[in-house]
C-alpha cells in the first residue's frame, strides 16, 4: 500500500499523450462542460423545491456554485498545470461536499454523493493515488453522514444499499481508470521501444520530438537533428554472423546513451541506422557529435559510424508543420551523412539549417 501510494503523478505524461494525438482541447472543453453541468444541478436545488432554508445552508450552497463556476473557467481559459489540476480536484471534491451537507433532504444527498464518481474519475486518471484517496476519504464520510441522517428517518435498509451503490461506484471507478492508465503507459512503453537496443523506435523518436517542441515553442534556439548509420557493418553479419552484428548493436547503443545529453531524443530508426534530436543554443552544438564518432570507434567490435546533422530554428516550427520540417531535417541530415561516408567514413558532416 505504501509502495502504491509513493507513484508518481502521471498528468504530464497523460497531458503530452492527448496533445500528441490531437485531444487536449477535446478533453478540455468535456471536463468544462461537465463541471458546468454539475454546477447547473446545484443551482437548480438552490432555487426549486426542497432548497436550504438556513443562512449558513444556502450559503455553501452559493460555495460550491462558487467552486463550480471556477473549474468551469479554469478549463475554458486554457489547459491547467499539474498544481492547478490539484486545486481543481480540491475545489470539486469541496463543493460537492459542501452541496451534500446543505441540502435538507438527507436522502437526497445521499444520492447526490454519486457525482464525486467524477471527481475520483479525473483524479485516477491524472494524478497519484494519494490524490485520489484523499478525495476518496472525503467520499466514504460525507456517504456515511448522511446514511446516518436517512437511517435515523426510519429508512436505514435504503440507505445502506444506497451507501454500498455510492462507494462501489466511487472506488470501482478509481481504481477501473488507474489501472487503465498504469496498463496504457506500461504498453505504450514497450510499444515505444526498439527490442533489440532498448531504443526509441521511429514513430516514438517523433512524438517525443514533437512532445519537446511544443514545450520549447517559444524558446529562443535550434532543433537539432543528426543521422548515424554504421561503416561497413554488413561485413560484421557477413563475417561474424548476425548474433555478432546485434551484440555490436547493443554496444552501439550503449555508447550513444553515454555520449548523449539529458535531453537528446535517441532512436533505432532500422537496420544500422540512428536518429538522434535536440533542442540546442547554438549551431555549434553539432560538433558534439563527433564524439559520438569517437565513441562508437573506440568499441571492442570495430566498427565506426559517419553521422550527418541538420537544424532548424525551433521558433520556425509549429505543431502544423511539424512532420513536414521533420522530413526536410531529416533529408538533410542524410545527405550529410552520405558526404561522411563518401570521405572514409568515421566522422561528422554538418548540412546547416533547412530554411
Given at each position: 500500500?505504501?509502495?502504491?501510494l509513493r507513484?508518481v503523478?502521471?498528468?504530464?505524461?497523460i497531458?503530452?499523450?492527448?496533445e500528441?494525438?490531437?485531444?487536449?482541447?477535446?478533453?478540455?472543453?468535456?471536463?468544462?462542460a461537465?463541471?458546468?453541468?454539475m454546477t447547473?444541478?446545484?443551482?437548480?436545488?438552490?432555487?426549486g423545491?426542497?432548497?436550504?432554508?438556513?443562512?449558513?445552508?444556502?450559503?455553501?450552497?452559493?460555495?460550491a456554485?462558487?467552486?463550480?463556476?471556477?473549474?468551469?473557467?479554469?478549463?475554458?481559459?486554457r489547459?491547467?498545470?499539474?498544481q492547478w489540476?490539484?486545486?481543481?480536484?480540491?475545489a470539486?471534491?469541496?463543493?460537492?461536499?459542501?452541496?451534500?451537507l446543505?441540502?435538507?433532504?438527507p436522502?437526497?444527498?445521499?444520492l447526490?454523493?454519486?457525482a464525486?464518481a467524477t471527481v475520483?474519475?479525473?483524479?485516477?486518471?491524472?494524478?497519484s493515488?494519494?490524490?485520489?484517496?484523499?478525495?476518496l476519504?472525503?467520499?466514504t464520510?460525507?456517504a456515511?453522514?448522511?446514511t446516518?441522517?436517512?437511517?435515523?428517518?426510519?429508512?436505514?435498509?435504503?440507505?445502506?444499499?444506497?451507501?454500498?451503490l455510492i462507494?462501489?461506484?466511487?472506488?470501482?471507478?478509481?481504481?477501473?481508470f488507474?489501472?487503465?492508465?498504469?496498463?496504457?503507459?506500461?504498453?505504450?512503453a514497450?510499444a515505444d521501444?526498439?527490442?533489440?537496443t532498448?531504443?526509441?523506435?521511429?514513430?516514438?523518436?517523433?512524438?517525443?520530438v514533437q512532445?519537446?517542441?511544443?514545450?520549447?515553442?517559444?524558446?529562443?534556439?535550434?532543433?537539432?537533428a543528426?543521422l548515424?548509420?554504421l561503416?561497413?557493418?554488413?561485413?560484421?553479419?557477413?563475417?561474424?554472423?548476425?548474433?555478432?552484428?546485434d551484440?555490436?548493436?547493443?554496444a552501439?547503443?550503449?555508447?550513444?546513451?553515454?555520449t548523449a545529453?539529458?535531453?537528446?531524443?535517441?532512436?533505432?530508426?532500422?537496420g544500422?541506422?540512428f536518429?538522434?534530436?535536440?533542442?540546442?543554443?547554438?549551431?555549434?552544438?553539432?560538433?558534439?557529435?563527433?564524439?559520438?564518432c569517437?565513441?562508437?570507434a573506440?568499441?571492442p567490435?570495430?566498427?565506426t559510424?559517419s553521422?550527418?546533422t541538420?537544424?532548424?530554428?525551433?521558433s520556425?516550427?509549429s505543431?502544423?508543420s511539424?512532420?513536414v520540417?521533420?522530413d526536410?531535417l531529416?533529408?538533410?541530415?542524410?545527405?550529410?551523412?552520405?558526404?561522411?561516408k563518401?570521405d572514409?567514413?568515421?566522422?561528422c558532416?554538418h548540412h546547416g539549417?533547412?530554411?
Amino acid at each position: 500500500m505504501e509502495r502504491l501510494l509513493r507513484s508518481v503523478e502521471h498528468y504530464d505524461w497523460i497531458t503530452d499523450f492527448l496533445e500528441t494525438r490531437g485531444l487536449k482541447d477535446r478533453t478540455r472543453f468535456w471536463l468544462a462542460a461537465t463541471t458546468a453541468a454539475m454546477t447547473a444541478g446545484v443551482l437548480t436545488l438552490l432555487f426549486g423545491a426542497g432548497h436550504p432554508n438556513s443562512a449558513i445552508g444556502r450559503t455553501m450552497m452559493w460555495l460550491a456554485v462558487a467552486g463550480g463556476v471556477f473549474g468551469t473557467v479554469l478549463f475554458l481559459w486554457r489547459w491547467p498545470s499539474r498544481q492547478w489540476s490539484q486545486v481543481y480536484v480540491a475545489a470539486t471534491t469541496l463543493s460537492i461536499t459542501l452541496a451534500c451537507l446543505a441540502y435538507p433532504d438527507p436522502l437526497a444527498a445521499l444520492l447526490g454523493c454519486i457525482a464525486f464518481a467524477t471527481v475520483v474519475s479525473y483524479a485516477a486518471f491524472f494524478h497519484s493515488p494519494r490524490v485520489v484517496l484523499g478525495v476518496l476519504l472525503l467520499v466514504t464520510g460525507v456517504a456515511i453522514s448522511q446514511t446516518v441522517a436517512v437511517s435515523l428517518q426510519g429508512r436505514p435498509a435504503m440507505a445502506l444499499v444506497d451507501l454500498f451503490l455510492i462507494l462501489q461506484c466511487s472506488y470501482g471507478v478509481g481504481l477501473t481508470f488507474y489501472t487503465l492508465v498504469r496498463t496504457l503507459r506500461g504498453d505504450l512503453a514497450i510499444a515505444d521501444l526498439d527490442p533489440l537496443t532498448g531504443l526509441l523506435n521511429r514513430r516514438a523518436f517523433r512524438t517525443m520530438v514533437q512532445t519537446r517542441i511544443l514545450h520549447h515553442r517559444d524558446d529562443e534556439g535550434y532543433l537539432l537533428a543528426a543521422l548515424l548509420d554504421l561503416d561497413r557493418f554488413k561485413a560484421v553479419n557477413d563475417t561474424r554472423g548476425h548474433a555478432a552484428g546485434d551484440q555490436a548493436l547493443v554496444a552501439v547503443a550503449e555508447a550513444l546513451r553515454s555520449t548523449a545529453t539529458s535531453s537528446t531524443v535517441i532512436a533505432r530508426s532500422g537496420g544500422e541506422e540512428f536518429l538522434f534530436a535536440d533542442i540546442v543554443a547554438s549551431e555549434d552544438a553539432a560538433l558534439r557529435y563527433e564524439q559520438v564518432c569517437a565513441a562508437i570507434a573506440g568499441l571492442p567490435c570495430e566498427i565506426t559510424g559517419s553521422i550527418g546533422t541538420a537544424l532548424v530554428e525551433v521558433s520556425l516550427v509549429s505543431e502544423d508543420s511539424f512532420d513536414v520540417m521533420m522530413d526536410q531535417l531529416i533529408t538533410a541530415a542524410d545527405k550529410a551523412m552520405y558526404d561522411a561516408k563518401h570521405d572514409g567514413g568515421n566522422q561528422c558532416r554538418h548540412h546547416g539549417s533547412v530554411i
